[in-house]
């Protein structure tokens, strides 16, 4: 790893062990389908056969006269929503009869494999045998699971009520499109006919899935007094507690979200799907009730990223300047509004500075699950289509690949297309990083018989914040107990309790991170959007001053001095006056109780200021003439983070995001048949990368601080994964000439698009 990172610290940028590794590692940590009560059921979804169906009867007499169908559940038993944007939680708005409809379908089947009715039962595999006992009458409908089709005047229609407002103002409904956004800078017009030279480019991609190992879980267990408690995995426990009230229409205090160990998420693990079920289960039969998915399960009525029809035209002038920028973009949302289209647009055309564009991006339903985020959401599908066609350009100019990005760099004070004028970024040190890397200035080795190729790509993603709390706890030993309200994905305990360990002067050993559930800690936003450390860390960073401010005030009352008197560094309080006054903090701790009782820090922050990565690849690659087999060669991943407070982790979110980068690059897709349905649902046909797949992935984490932080944070998760798509693209031409426009780039495509060459 070639990194940045300062010694000034002494915890931050250190590789401790994680606090929860070992449990981990030897199995002990416990994940949602672990959880286990007496008494308890099991429950199971019934699901749609048909992508597209009115739902004209749903007969559960011979059901519930079996003995042992201990509960059913249908769209009845949800609370009565408008069909209408509303809030259903804290800083979360949508349709909340969508919501509802996305849970247990009421009025329509909108994909296959959307929930219609739910059992419970004595165990799991009793439970799956006695759904054949519930009986829908469907009425068939056409379905569509393409957006481009989806688009079309003669597509069905998935949502009658749907109205979307056109950029004149002019409100439309019978159509799939729910939305369009549009930015615009400059003057378009003016830019092109600056242009020596414009390049114009279509791209398709298919939908793609998040791939994460544990399938979604809840068990809930609904008290006699109206309260339910529920153990899940999820990538936000406020935000499934928010959801479960909405859609059961339930105060948010009647509700408690116990976070569980998460095996993965990506992005696909913010929604609630069994969760509201399970408690309604639960409430029937007065038992704890568990459920979970199968792979099946997840793949076909989970939310995974959007399909996409991508088209992008760049002018340049003859010395490689970008005169003007256009765009229009339509994504998939599946069966219910909101795809990651606002990502795309936002992120796209942000590593360069581009006086003149205009974005247009529309929102299309079709008949496919609702989709969700996936690292980055939106961003590695502008990406491919802009990163190519630089690609391209750099190419008709005989221009160094880095060189016309560094010309085009946007740097400080540059209005990126969302209209946010940048603070600084990291664009410019991260370009210039790759074009000094060994991996960019060797020649690739050519071997007779095999088409070898190199492609880079660069890529953006905005990071996220959002309300977070913490509270720290000093013990009388001057070990710290750290909640706080941050799902841990990727090892973000860890990194939170550097942080506060770096404030306090102390090991981060003797700190004890803990992810509280909903009622033990204040509201926090999702772990998503790389705003983790940023957010969570900063309110460990506050807690941490919470806890300095009072060790300070104890030492000035043993000492019988005013505070302004005390100094605190590197965990140690001094008397300013007198050099021989010193106290550790564990002295202090140790005696928190006769000097005015427990030492206990909290914050609760909502900050501004997350600041944008920049990320890179260079990717290697050798094709198979005949096959069109695609082996990875080599790849290095840069990534500017800001500060990296833990680097193993950043490195490892690098790696994993390059993985799955070159997975939905090469070969990953939802393969879909006429009728509808998935065929290739389960891990054996959905063919995501595996070691075997890979050489070591080599990071190189850049670090432009943050001024928006404490400690320079900015963020890692997302941004890894925007430049792959393209960078593999980029190297198939390299290896073949020919340019692919097209995901996946799979051996088939690439042998036809070769043999038409």
Avoid at 44 to 70: C, F, Q, Y
Avoid at 132 to 160: G, W
Wanted: hydrophobic share 40%; aromatic share 6%.
């Amino acid at each position: 790893m070639a990194t940045q990172t300062s010694d000034s610290y002494s915890s931050i940028g250190k590789r401790p062990v994680r606090h929860d590794g070992a449990d981990k590692v030897t199995g002990k940590a416990l994940y949602g389908a672990d959880t286990n009560f007496p008494g308890m059921l099991y429950g199971k979804v019934l699901r749609s056969p048909h992508a597209h169906a009115i739902i004209k009867s749903i007969d559960i007499s011979e059901a519930s006269n079996h003995p042992g169908v201990r509960a059913i559940v249908t769209s009845a038993d949800l609370a009565p929503l408008p069909d209408k944007n509303s809030e259903i939680g804290e800083d979360l708005y949508a349709n909340a009869k969508y919501v509802s409809d996305r849970i247990l379908a009421s009025d329509k089947a909108l994909f296959k494999g959307h929930p219609i009715a739910a059992i419970a039962a004595d165990s799991l595999h009793e439970a799956e045998e006695l759904l054949e006992l519930i009986k829908i009458d469907y009425e068939v409908l056409p379905s569509v699971t393409d957006v481009e089709s989806a688009m079309n005047d003669d597509a069905p229609i998935l949502h009658e009520t749907i109205k979307a407002a056109s950029l004149s103002g002019e409100i439309t409904s019978g159509s799939n499109i729910a939305s369009h956004e549009q930015y615009i800078l400059g003057d378009i017009e003016k830019g092109f006919t600056e242009a020596d030279l414009v390049v114009e480019r279509e791209f398709r991609t298919k939908t793609v899935h998040q791939g994460y190992i544990e399938p979604q879980n809840a068990t809930a267990s609904w008290r006699s007094d109206g309260h339910v408690t529920i153990w899940c995995s999820s990538q936000g426990h406020f935000g499934i507690r928010d959801q479960v009230a909405t859609v059961l229409n339930l105060p948010v205090s009647k509700v408690t979200i116990v976070p569980m160990e998460i095996g993965g998420g990506f992005g696909g693990k913010l929604p609630a799907y069994l969760e509201p079920v399970a408690a309604l289960l639960s409430e029937k039969t007065g038992n704890p009730v568990k459920m979970f998915m199968t792979r099946s399960e997840v793949i076909e009525a989970t939310g995974p990223t959007s399909g996409s029809y991508v088209k992008v035209k760049i002018g340049v002038t003859d010395a490689g300047i970008i005169t003007a920028a256009q765009g229009y973009l339509a994504f998939e949302a599946g069966a219910f509004p909101g795809s990651p289209i606002g990502g795309a647009t936002a992120c796209m055309l942000s590593p360069y500075d581009i006086k003149n564009l205009t974005l247009d991006g529309y929102d299309v339903v079709d008949n496919k699950p609702k989709t969700t985020a996936y690292r980055a959401p939106g961003a590695p599908i502008g990406a491919l289509a802009v990163e190519t066609i630089m690609d391209e350009i750099a190419e008709t100019l005989n221009i160094d690949k880095i060189d016309i990005r560094l010309m085009n760099a946007a740097k400080e004070g540059s209005r990126r297309a969302d209209g946010v004028i940048n603070p600084k970024i990291g664009m410019i040190e991260t370009a210039e990083i790759v074009k000094a890397h060994e991996h960019y200035t060797s020649d690739l080795i050519q071997v007779e018989g095999k088409l070898r190729g190199r492609g880079i790509a660069m890529g953006y993603w905005r990071n996220n914040t959002g309300p977070a709390a913490c509270v720290a706890t000093v013990t009388p030993d001057g070990n710290v107990n750290l909640a706080e309200g941050s799902v841990d994905v990727g090892g973000s305990r860890t990194a939170i309790a550097q942080q506060l360990a770096e404030v306090l002067g102390i090991p981060v050993e003797d700190v004890n991170p803990q992810v509280a559930d909903t009622d033990s800690i204040g509201y926090t936003s999702v772990t998503g959007g790389s705003g983790v450390a940023f957010k969570s860390g900063w309110a460990a960073y506050e807690a941490a001053q919470h806890i300095k401010a009072q060790i300070i005030e104890r030492a000035a009352l043993i000492w019988d001095s005013d505070k302004d008197e005390i100094e605190y560094s590197e965990g140690t309080v001094s008397h300013k006056s007198d050099p021989e006054l010193k106290l550790s903090f564990k002295d202090i701790a140790s005696g928190s109780n006769n000097t005015g009782g427990p030492i206990v820090g909290s914050a609760g922050v909502n900050p501004i200021g997350a600041g944008g990565s920049y990320a890179a690849m260079i990717i290697d690659l050798e094709i198979d003439e005949e096959t069109g087999k695609t082996d990875v060669l080599r790849c290095t991943a840069f990534t500017d983070v800001g500060k990296a407070i833990h680097p193993d982790y950043v490195e490892g979110q690098m790696q994993g995001a390059s993985a799955q980068g070159i997975g939905w690059a090469l070969n990953e897709e939802y393969f879909m048949s006429d009728e509808g349905n998935v065929l290739n649902s389960s891990l054996l046909d959905y063919r995501m990368p595996t070691s075997l797949d890979m050489p070591m992935i080599e990071p190189v984490v850049v670090e432009v601080p943050n001024p928006g932080h404490p400690f320079g944070v900015r963020g890692v998760g997302e941004s890894p994964l925007v430049p792959p798509l393209a960078a593999v693209a980029n190297a198939i031409y390299d290896a073949t000439g020919v340019r692919m426009n097209e995901l996946p780039m799979s051996p088939g495509a690439i042998s036809k698009a070769t043999s038409n060459k």
